[in-house]
C-alpha cells in the first residue's frame, strides 16, 4: 500500500512542478494602474513632467490614439502643419490659454473638436485625478511650449471643470441604444466596426460569430481576463469599470448587439 501511495504522491509531485513551470514561462499581461501623485503646494515642472509623461504613455493609454495621427491629432509631433502641442494649444480655442483648453480637452473632450475629428475620447476625470489630468498637461506643454501648469492649479483641483470626479462616473446615460453606447463609451476608438479596420481592439464585426454572448459580456467587464490573440500588445487599455458606468439594462443591450453581429 505503502508504494502505491509514494508512487501517487511522486506523480502528483512530477505534475505539479510541470505546471508550475509551464506558469513561469507564461507572460503575465498587467493592466497600468493610475500612480497616485503626491504633488505638494511646493511642485515644479521638473516634478509634472516625467509625471505626466508617465501617465500618457501608461494608464492614460492616450497613445492609443493620440500617437497614431489617425483617429486624433498626433500629441507628440507636428499636426496639419501646426507644430506641437505646446505650441498650438494656445492657439486652438478662441478666448482659451494653453494649459486651460488642455485640461478641458482631457475632462471635457466634446467641448471643442479638432476639424476632422470625432468624438470618440472619454471623459479623463473616469479614470485619473485632477492631479494625474493636470500632469498630463503639462507634459503636452512641454512638448514644444512653456509649462505654465503651477501648484495653484494642483490646488484647485478641477481646473473650472463643470461636474467633479465622482459625479460623472455615477452618472448614467438614459439610452440604451447600442451604437450610442459604444460611441459614448469610446469604444469605437479602438474597435472597427461596419468594415472599418482599428489595429488596437478586435473588430466588432462578426464577434457574434467569435464569442458567446457570456464570453462578451465577460469581456466588457473584465477585460483582462483573456487577451484576444494579436492584440496582446494593448493589454490593460480597455477601462475596467463599466460594470460602474453601464446600467445592466445598458450592459445587456451591447452584449445582445453585439453578439448578433455574426
Not at 505646446?86 to 494649459?99: A, F, I, L, W
Not at 446615460?173 to 469604444?187: E, G, H, K
Not at 479602438?190 to 467569435?210: E, K, T, V, Y
Request: charged fraction near 15%; glycine fraction near 12%; hydrophobic fraction near 40%.
Amino acid at each position: 500500500m505503502w508504494k502505491t501511495n509514494l508512487k501517487v504522491l511522486l506523480i502528483a509531485a512530477i505534475v505539479l512542478g510541470f505546471y508550475t513551470t509551464i506558469a513561469q514561462i507564461i507572460p503575465q499581461l498587467q493592466s497600468a494602474v493610475p500612480e497616485v501623485l503626491d504633488l505638494t503646494a511646493g511642485v515644479t515642472p521638473e516634478v509634472l513632467i516625467p509625471a505626466g509623461e508617465a501617465l500618457f504613455d501608461g494608464a492614460g493609454a492616450c497613445t492609443a490614439c493620440h500617437g497614431l495621427g489617425t483617429r486624433a491629432p498626433n500629441l507628440r509631433t507636428d499636426h496639419a502643419g501646426e507644430g506641437t502641442i505646446g505650441q498650438r494649444c494656445g492657439d486652438r480655442k478662441p478666448g482659451m490659454d494653453c494649459k486651460a483648453y488642455l485640461y478641458e480637452s482631457l475632462s471635457q473632450p466634446a467641448e471643442y473638436l479638432v476639424d476632422g475629428f470625432t468624438a470618440i475620447m472619454p471623459d479623463a476625470r473616469r479614470q485619473l485625478s485632477a492631479e494625474q489630468i493636470w500632469a498630463i498637461s503639462a507634459y503636452l506643454q512641454d512638448r514644444g511650449g512653456e509649462v505654465t501648469v503651477t501648484a495653484a492649479d494642483i490646488q484647485q483641483g478641477g481646473g473650472g471643470a463643470t461636474e467633479p470626479a465622482a459625479a460623472v462616473a455615477a452618472t448614467f446615460s438614459p439610452t440604451t441604444d447600442p451604437m450610442q453606447l459604444l460611441t459614448q463609451n469610446a469604444c469605437l476608438g479602438c474597435h472597427g466596426i461596419n468594415g472599418i479596420l482599428i489595429p488596437i481592439g478586435p473588430s466588432f464585426d462578426g464577434i457574434g460569430a467569435r464569442l458567446t454572448a457570456d464570453q462578451i459580456r465577460r469581456d466588457i467587464l473584465d477585460p483582462n481576463a483573456e487577451v484576444s490573440d494579436g492584440f496582446e500588445q494593448f493589454a490593460g487599455m480597455m477601462p475596467v469599470d463599466f460594470g460602474q458606468k453601464l446600467s445592466a439594462q445598458q450592459l445587456e443591450a451591447m452584449v445582445q448587439f453585439l453578439a448578433g453581429r455574426r
